[in-house]
């Protein structure tokens, strides 16, 4: 059962990383995200909790940790 969540978690996680890719989660996104999450079997708590981590990943993702400029995604 732990390795069951832990695999739906991951699936959940980079299903994030990727409507996160472009810095924004639209309507869309979030929709599909919301479905995933029922199609889980996740908490809306949990999601949630992954969603917030991630964009904060992707802002420190977005600057050099150097010089502090602003990296391009691409």
Do not use: W
């Not at 996160?20 to 979030?30: A, F, H, Y």
């Not at 917030?52 to 995604?73: L, S, T, Y």
């Amino acid at each position: 059962y732990t390795e069951e969540l832990q695999s739906r978690r991951e699936i959940m996680n980079q299903r994030v990383i990727d409507a996160l890719r472009d810095g924004l989660l639209d309507t869309d996104e979030r929709a599909a995200i919301d479905q995933l999450q029922k199609d889980l079997g996740l908490s809306r708590e949990l999601v949630t909790r992954i969603v917030e981590h991630e964009k904060r990943q992707a802002g420190r993702n977005r600057f050099c940790p150097h010089c502090g400029e602003q990296v391009d995604g691409e």
